[in-house]
């Protein structure tokens, strides 16, 4: 079974500080996304990369950047926390030409910014 | 702009009873189409999908949707529902066209069924 496994399950934070959300992924998957999850705003993307060291922005980037120095893993950097990123944040992985097919959960974080 | 709707943010239902929980999307491009469930607390997990063939899809605990071209839609569904299949479920689409092709979910719907 394909594991995503994230390094936290509830963060709290206060505002300014730098945050880092680690995503680990155990099955060789080339690509990898963050993701938010807000009430009645579904899933939406923040950054995904289909290689080490290669990154794309999602449909929010603003406040965020991401690191992939590794293929098994992806964080998610929160340069200075504000209040608008409380949040559940969810990382996906899948294989390439994975774009067809479907994308693998980890449990998410969910984040509060104080 | 494309966009996934899903029509009703909760569901409330007895036990027993059918359930629909209804998706449409906006474009009329190719398409991939999937269901995924979250359980309280946990992270998405793949409920069924449809990439081609036939239109009616199921899933391994009873539920079931069917791919509309015409309508632009892909409805869940399920004639008896169980306490444990109280969750929120996200309709997601990748709409195939050119380049890579992102999933783009629905605003999710809340199902509660109660005894």
């Known amino acids: 079974d394909v594991k995503v496994t994230q390094s936290s399950r509830y963060l709290v934070k206060r505002t300014g500080e730098k945050v880092f959300l680690e995503c680990v992924q155990d099955m060789d998957h080339e690509n990898m996304f963050w993701y938010r999850q807000d009430p009645g705003l579904g899933l939406r993307l923040i950054y995904f990369?289909?290689?080490?060291?290669?990154?794309e922005k999602g449909d929010i980037p603003e406040g965020y950047s991401v690191s992939r120095e590794k293929k098994e893993r992806f964080s998610l950097i929160l340069e200075s926390a504000s209040t608008n990123q409380t949040s559940m944040y969810l990382c996906?992985?899948?294989?390439f030409g994975g774009g067809g097919h479907e994308q693998y959960f980890g449990p998410g974080t969910r984040l509060t910014v104080t | 702009a494309q966009s996934v709707t899903q029509l009703d943010s909760q569901v409330p239902v007895f036990e027993e009873a059918p359930v629909e929980l209804r998706c449409n999307y906006s474009?009329?491009?190719?398409?991939?189409l999937f269901w995924y469930v979250q359980y309280p607390n946990q992270g998405l997990q793949l409920l069924l999908k449809y990439l081609s063939g036939s239109t009616l899809v199921e899933s391994i605990n009873g539920f079931e949707a069917e791919f509309n071209k015409s309508q632009t839609s892909f409805h869940l569904r399920k004639p008896s529902v169980h306490i444990s299949d109280t969750a929120e479920y996200f309709c997601?689409?990748?709409?195939?066209?050119?380049?890579?092709?992102?999933?783009?979910f629905g605003a999710g719907t809340r199902l509660a069924v109660h005894p």
């Open positions: 474009s009329s491009v190719s398409v991939y």
């Open positions: 997601a689409v990748i709409f195939l066209s050119g380049g890579y092709n992102k999933l783009i």
């Open positions: 990369s289909y290689d080490v060291k290669m990154k």
């Open positions: 996906a992985s899948n294989s």
